[in-house]
């Protein structure tokens, strides 16, 4: 079984701060070091759950957070950014069984995070009306290669959204967002229940976990500058409308995914 894992920080156990999320900020190093405990438990989870081959995708900010020097000797790591339009979930095919995501938060326009965001912090993004999360756009790129996600962690808003969408996919909340405070639970107990829960994951049916893509995605990319909205709704078949969107409409979820990797 071929396993892929995206990983991110904001929806690490403890994240509250941005500071606790930069590369050599003060802050950042037990955030670091627990980021790569919780992508730990989930390969060790999901090799106990018949994975024979992992491609990890260290897919935050300057996607070179984790310690790679644990990793099995069947685990493969992205680190860097390839700028391809598939962005954090790089290097993902249909070769891959299902795919994981670490440390995922909720979407940008959400109060139910600190760090709460959709791929940026100078825009939100909506498709099809609806604010989308980055695990939205990237289980729709999943869904392109017919590759279904097994597992999130991350913040309680995030596991809500996504129990609404495919409530066979487990999930594990890492903390909940209050105003600009986080309440998390142990990190120790994330580790125990990433890796537990990841391994089940792996025993779910794959037709169970399917997320269908829609036929049509109104995409609208809403910044906080006018300035830039304007520049940027220059971008072939983007139109501009008023407070500070670009909206773009396409029946191709590859030209979604690309137009953010442009315009975010």
């Not at 994240?15 to 802050?27: C, G, I, R, V, Y």
């Not at 759950?49 to 069947?74: M, Q």
């Not at 390839?82 to 979407?107: E, N, Q, W």
């Amino acid at each position: 079984m071929k396993v892929y894992i995206s990983a991110d920080i904001e929806g690490i156990t403890g994240t509250t701060a941005w500071s606790e999320t930069e590369l050599n900020a003060p802050d950042y190093q037990f955030f670091q070091k627990q980021m790569t405990k919780e992508v730990e438990a989930a390969i060790e989870g999901a090799i106990r759950g018949g994975a024979t081959e992992i491609l990890l995708k260290d897919a935050h900010d300057s996607a070179r957070n984790l310690d790679i020097s644990n990793l099995p000797v069947n685990c493969k790591v992205i680190r860097g950014w390839t700028y391809d339009p598939m962005c954090m979930v790089a290097g993902l095919d249909k070769s891959f069984d299902r795919a994981i995501f670490i440390g995922y938060h909720s979407k940008g326009g959400s109060a139910r995070n600190p760090l709460a965001h959709t791929l940026c912090v100078f825009a939100d993004v909506k498709i099809n009306g609806e604010y989308a999360s980055e695990f939205l756009i990237n289980t729709y790129a999943a869904a392109l290669h017919g590759v279904p996600v097994a597992f999130v962690s991350g913040d309680v808003g995030l596991t809500e959204e996504i129990q609404s969408i495919n409530d066979h996919i487990l999930t594990f909340a890492t903390k909940e967002g209050i105003g600009n405070a986080t309440i998390s639970v142990s990190p120790q107990l994330t580790i125990n229940e990433t890796k537990r829960l990841v391994e089940d994951s792996m025993k779910v049916p794959r037709e169970d976990l399917h997320v269908p893509l829609p036929e049509r995605f109104v995409v609208e990319i809403i910044y906080r500058d006018h300035t830039r909205a304007y520049r940027n709704s220059f971008y072939p078949n983007a139109t501009f409308k008023p407070h500070n969107t670009v909206e773009f409409v396409t029946d191709n979820f590859y030209e979604v995914l690309r137009i953010l990797q442009f315009l975010t």
